[in-house]
Protein backbone atom coordinates (compact mmCIF):
# COMPACT_ATOMS: atom_id res chain seq x y z
CA UNK A 1 0.00 0.00 0.00
CA UNK A 2 1.41 3.41 -1.34
CA UNK A 3 1.44 6.33 1.23
CA UNK A 4 -0.41 9.09 0.27
CA UNK A 5 1.16 12.46 0.59
CA UNK A 6 -0.94 14.14 3.29
CA UNK A 7 -2.00 17.76 2.70
CA UNK A 8 -1.95 20.29 5.48
CA UNK A 9 -3.79 23.78 5.21
CA UNK A 10 -2.87 26.67 7.09
CA UNK A 11 -6.40 28.71 7.61
CA UNK A 12 -5.57 32.55 7.05
CA UNK A 13 -8.78 32.78 6.92
CA UNK A 14 -9.16 34.59 10.83
CA UNK A 15 -6.11 36.89 10.29
CA UNK A 16 -8.56 38.99 7.73
CA UNK A 17 -7.19 36.66 4.96
CA UNK A 18 -8.93 34.96 1.65
CA UNK A 19 -6.29 32.41 1.10
CA UNK A 20 -5.67 28.82 2.69
CA UNK A 21 -2.58 27.22 1.54
CA UNK A 22 -0.24 24.11 2.46
CA UNK A 23 2.32 24.09 5.16
CA UNK A 24 5.39 25.91 3.41
CA UNK A 25 8.04 23.00 3.35
CA UNK A 26 10.89 25.61 1.92
CA UNK A 27 11.46 29.01 1.40
CA UNK A 28 10.17 29.30 -2.07
CA UNK A 29 6.43 27.97 -0.95
CA UNK A 30 6.88 30.80 2.05
CA UNK A 31 7.48 33.70 -0.88
CA UNK A 32 4.31 32.26 -2.62
CA UNK A 33 2.47 32.39 0.89
CA UNK A 34 3.46 35.76 1.98
CA UNK A 35 2.89 36.60 -1.83
CA UNK A 36 -0.65 34.98 -2.89
CA UNK A 37 -2.74 37.28 -0.64
CA UNK A 38 -1.64 40.36 -2.08
CA UNK A 39 -2.16 38.67 -6.11
CA UNK A 40 -5.50 37.17 -5.21
CA UNK A 41 -7.24 40.41 -3.71
CA UNK A 42 -5.47 42.52 -6.59
CA UNK A 43 -7.24 39.95 -8.87
CA UNK A 44 -10.71 40.31 -6.67
CA UNK A 45 -10.72 37.02 -6.18
CA UNK A 46 -12.19 35.27 -3.25
CA UNK A 47 -10.96 32.47 -0.87
CA UNK A 48 -8.93 30.25 -2.79
CA UNK A 49 -7.20 27.19 -1.75
CA UNK A 50 -3.66 26.81 -2.74
CA UNK A 51 -1.35 23.57 -2.73
CA UNK A 52 2.17 23.44 -3.36
CA UNK A 53 4.13 20.68 -5.71
CA UNK A 54 7.96 21.13 -6.04
CA UNK A 55 8.46 19.19 -9.66
CA UNK A 56 11.76 17.34 -10.33
CA UNK A 57 11.46 18.09 -14.18
CA UNK A 58 11.94 21.54 -15.75
CA UNK A 59 9.06 21.84 -18.15
CA UNK A 60 9.15 23.80 -21.41
CA UNK A 61 6.34 25.90 -23.11
CA UNK A 62 6.04 26.49 -26.71
CA UNK A 63 5.60 30.02 -26.69
CA UNK A 64 7.59 31.44 -23.46
CA UNK A 65 10.92 28.67 -23.05
CA UNK A 66 11.51 27.28 -19.38
CA UNK A 67 8.34 27.56 -16.96
CA UNK A 68 8.98 29.09 -13.70
CA UNK A 69 5.23 27.97 -12.45
CA UNK A 70 2.07 25.79 -13.98
CA UNK A 71 -1.35 25.81 -12.36
CA UNK A 72 -4.45 23.68 -12.25
CA UNK A 73 -7.28 25.49 -10.64
CA UNK A 74 -10.23 23.68 -9.64
CA UNK A 75 -13.24 26.12 -9.64
CA UNK A 76 -15.87 23.72 -8.48
CA UNK A 77 -13.68 23.62 -5.18
CA UNK A 78 -12.22 27.11 -5.45
CA UNK A 79 -8.57 25.33 -5.24
CA UNK A 80 -5.07 26.03 -7.17
CA UNK A 81 -1.99 23.27 -7.50
CA UNK A 82 0.72 25.25 -8.39
CA UNK A 83 3.78 23.51 -9.39
CA UNK A 84 7.11 24.77 -8.94
CA UNK A 85 9.74 24.40 -11.88
CA UNK A 86 13.37 23.56 -10.51
CA UNK A 87 14.43 26.65 -11.89
CA UNK A 88 11.91 28.92 -9.65
CA UNK A 89 13.69 27.34 -6.71
CA UNK A 90 16.79 28.00 -8.05
CA UNK A 91 15.84 31.60 -8.68
CA UNK A 92 14.17 31.80 -5.10
CA UNK A 93 17.90 30.71 -4.01
CA UNK A 94 19.92 33.70 -6.11
CA UNK A 95 16.83 36.51 -4.74
CA UNK A 96 15.41 36.55 -8.03
CA UNK A 97 11.75 37.71 -6.88
CA UNK A 98 10.65 39.90 -9.61
CA UNK A 99 10.63 37.13 -11.66
CA UNK A 100 8.94 34.51 -9.59
CA UNK A 101 6.61 37.57 -9.30
CA UNK A 102 6.00 38.09 -13.10
CA UNK A 103 5.68 34.54 -13.09
CA UNK A 104 3.01 33.90 -10.58
CA UNK A 105 1.28 36.86 -11.25
CA UNK A 106 0.53 35.49 -14.94
CA UNK A 107 -0.30 31.84 -13.33
CA UNK A 108 -3.02 33.39 -10.80
CA UNK A 109 -4.70 34.88 -13.80
CA UNK A 110 -5.24 31.91 -15.27
CA UNK A 111 -8.22 31.78 -12.25
CA UNK A 112 -9.48 35.04 -13.56
CA UNK A 113 -9.85 33.78 -17.15
CA UNK A 114 -10.45 30.37 -16.28
CA UNK A 115 -14.83 30.21 -16.67
CA UNK A 116 -14.04 32.25 -20.03
CA UNK A 117 -11.52 28.81 -20.94
CA UNK A 118 -13.74 26.46 -19.90
CA UNK A 119 -16.83 28.48 -21.89
CA UNK A 120 -14.55 28.57 -25.10
CA UNK A 121 -13.42 24.92 -24.57
CA UNK A 122 -17.26 23.49 -24.65
CA UNK A 123 -18.72 22.21 -27.44
CA UNK A 124 -22.30 23.09 -26.71
CA UNK A 125 -22.43 26.53 -25.00
CA UNK A 126 -25.13 28.05 -23.27
CA UNK A 127 -25.11 32.13 -24.56
CA UNK A 128 -25.72 32.51 -20.65
CA UNK A 129 -22.54 31.21 -19.58
CA UNK A 130 -20.97 32.31 -22.45
CA UNK A 131 -21.60 36.01 -21.08
CA UNK A 132 -21.28 35.10 -17.23
CA UNK A 133 -17.70 34.37 -18.23
CA UNK A 134 -17.38 37.34 -19.95
CA UNK A 135 -18.50 39.01 -17.24
CA UNK A 136 -16.87 37.24 -14.30
CA UNK A 137 -13.44 38.17 -16.56
CA UNK A 138 -13.90 41.71 -16.71
CA UNK A 139 -15.08 42.40 -13.25
CA UNK A 140 -11.50 41.27 -12.41
CA UNK A 141 -10.17 43.33 -15.16
CA UNK A 142 -11.95 46.18 -13.61
CA UNK A 143 -10.76 45.86 -10.00
CA UNK A 144 -7.01 45.62 -11.19
CA UNK A 145 -7.68 49.38 -12.52
CA UNK A 146 -10.08 50.81 -9.37
CA UNK A 147 -7.31 49.55 -7.20
CA UNK A 148 -4.64 51.04 -9.77
CA UNK A 149 -6.80 53.96 -9.85
CA UNK A 150 -6.54 54.26 -5.56
CA UNK A 151 -2.58 54.74 -5.62
CA UNK A 152 -2.53 56.80 -8.66
CA UNK A 153 -5.34 59.42 -8.33
CA UNK A 154 -6.98 58.91 -4.83
CA UNK A 155 -8.82 62.02 -5.25
CA UNK A 156 -10.89 59.72 -7.92
CA UNK A 157 -12.81 58.11 -5.11
CA UNK A 158 -14.05 61.10 -2.87
Known amino acids: MKNKKKKVLIDLTESKSE??????KNDIEKYLVNVLPA???????GKIGYFFETSRKQ????ENGEVLFSINYKSTYKLAYIEISPLAVEMMQNGNRTVLLHGITHEIAHIVTSDLADVAEARCVERRDI???IESV???VAQIAR???KKTDPQLFN
Not at 39 to 45: C, D, E
Not at 59 to 62: A, H
Open 19 to 24: EYHDVP
Open 59 to 62: RTSD
Open 147 to 149: DLL
Open 131 to 133: INA
Open 138 to 140: TES
Open 39 to 45: ITKAYGL
